[in-house]
């Protein structure tokens, strides 16, 4: 059967460039968003949809909190912007103290940045810059794992895992290698017994972005044991698994012995502001210190008075209302949807943990469905009421943790009916 895809509806060119598509395949009013509220969306089409990939994983306390949002804006009256360019202010400083009082590990200083993948390409530059300090300069190498996603960033795309287009970019992967997480620490025994003296450090997500695959806790065991071993630095890229969506403050803080470094982002302002920090030990802050070395990377934007009122507030908000309690509340709401749903035509296994969550999709064959067929299913779920993330192979869901049972219900629906329509257009074919 032929698969019948749901046409964009025409309408005049944009002077927006839609990011991560070919343009032509913009929808139009469907995708144009006009307002958020809560975990609604509301469209150009007049549609209100559910919204169950909290933004870009990001809006874990929903959108439009009114706490966060007045914070903001009274410190945007207070100091509408200051740099953090050889100098410091007041909302900064706070903020750094808040966010080393989170983690169940100990560390001793923060930098800001403004994305995942901004950060992802200090934490490189940190590392290898350590490491020269340390009068081991041969060690450049940064190892991610494969399907990993740490940004579109030059340095963040190279550290990727995924096929990004690397190639036709020209980014440079000449110090980067990537090993598989499940395979029982094979690749990575290999690499430490061929190039552990030239690793400056491991980079991973204890779950994947792309795909919600969960890090086996065994090989997290093993990359610490080999750190131990080779002395290099172990970064937790928590940009999205921080700020409640697996567990806690930080997936990391259940890790035997700490990273080095933890990158954060995402929920960190829950959505409302360009950010993301790097929580960085005394075992690189004190190589610094005794080196009197300056570590050369800023940010315009990075750490704006604004910025820290969002962290602060956010931090505040988790705490009242209890982000423990709702992370195990929406991560079984989750795991019930994904029960139910999996006993649907064209659905397959489930992966991740918490509240980042995917269902891998099937063709009528077993095999995995292909990406244009995901976004297939992702567009009939759209168009049923609900907007959920086109993963490989999977659709991944991310629900705010503000979730009701009466969200889960609007979610299970949608997603029903977008899948009952992707099957009868033949997309599982």
């Keep these: 059967m032929t698969v019948v895809p749901i046409l964009p509806t025409p309408r005049t060119q944009l002077p927006l460039w839609i990011p991560l598509i070919t343009q032509h395949d913009f929808a139009g009013k469907s995708q144009t968003a006009v307002s958020a509220n809560g975990v609604h969306v509301t469209y150009e089409d007049g549609r209100?949809?559910?919204?169950?990939?909290?933004?870009?994983?990001?809006?874990?306390?929903?959108?439009?909190?009114?706490?966060?949002?007045e914070a903001v804006a009274r410190e945007l009256r207070t100091a509408s912007y200051l740099p953090l360019f050889r100098t410091a202010h007041r909302a900064a400083i706070e903020a750094s103290n808040a966010l080393l009082s989170l983690p169940a590990h100990s560390f001793q200083r923060v930098l800001f940045s403004t994305s995942g993948g901004a950060a992802n390409d200090?934490?490189?530059?940190?590392?290898r810059q350590y490491f020269v300090l340390d009068g081991q300069p041969e060690?450049?190498?940064?190892?991610g794992l494969k399907g990993s996603y740490h940004g579109l960033t030059y340095g963040s795309q190279a550290l990727s895992g995924d096929e990004l287009g690397q190639a036709i970019y020209g980014v440079d992967r000449r110090n980067i290698r990537h090993i598989s997480f499940d395979d029982d620490g094979v690749e990575l025994a290999?690499?430490?017994?061929?190039?552990?003296?030239?690793?400056?450090?491991?980079?991973?997500?204890?779950?994947l972005g792309s795909g919600a695959e969960a890090v086996p806790d065994a090989f997290i065991e093993a990359v610490i044991k080999h750190r131990d071993q080779h002395g290099y630095l172990l970064v937790a890229d928590e940009v999205a698994t921080g700020f409640g969506r697996v567990n806690g403050w930080f997936a990391s803080d259940e890790w035997p012995q700490q990273p080095?470094?933890?990158?954060?982002?995402?929920?960190?302002?829950s959505g409302t502001s360009a950010c993301a920090s790097l929580l960085i030990a005394q075992r690189v802050t004190e190589t610094f210190d005794k080196n009197e070395s300056v570590f050369v990377h800023g940010e315009t934007?990075?750490?704006t008075p604004a910025t820290c009122a969002a962290i602060l507030s956010t931090i505040?908000?988790?705490?009242?209302?209890?982000?423990?309690t709702l992370t195990k509340q929406v991560a079984t709401g989750l795991s019930n949807l994904i029960e139910d749903l999996q006993n649907t035509p064209g659905t397959g296994n489930s992966t991740g943990r918490g509240c980042m969550r995917a269902i891998k999709l099937l063709s009528r064959n077993g095999t995995p469905l292909s990406s244009n067929g995901v976004l297939a299913v992702v567009r009939r779920v759209h168009d049923a009421g609900a907007i959920v993330q086109?993963?490989?192979?999977?659709?991944?869901?991310?629900?705010?943790?503000?979730?009701?049972?009466?969200?889960?219900?609007?979610l299970r629906t949608a997603i029903h009916t977008g899948l009952a329509a992707a099957e009868k257009d033949g997309v599982f074919a």
């Design 190 to 207: 290999q690499l430490m017994h061929r190039e552990g003296h030239r690793i400056a450090a491991v980079i991973m997500e204890p779950v």
């Design 48 to 69: 209100q949809r559910l919204c169950a990939k909290s933004g870009l994983w990001n809006t874990n306390l929903g959108y439009g909190n009114e706490n966060i949002a």
């Design 390 to 410: 086109a993963g490989p192979g999977r659709i991944q869901l991310l629900p705010a943790l503000i979730y009701t049972e009466e969200n889960f219900e609007e």
């Design 301 to 303: 934007q990075a750490g």
């Design 139 to 143: 060690r450049k190498l940064i190892v």
């Design 122 to 127: 200090a934490v490189m530059k940190l590392a």
């Design 316 to 324: 505040a908000e988790m705490k009242r209302l209890d982000h423990n």
């Design 260 to 269: 080095d470094i933890i990158v954060t982002s995402k929920g960190l302002t």
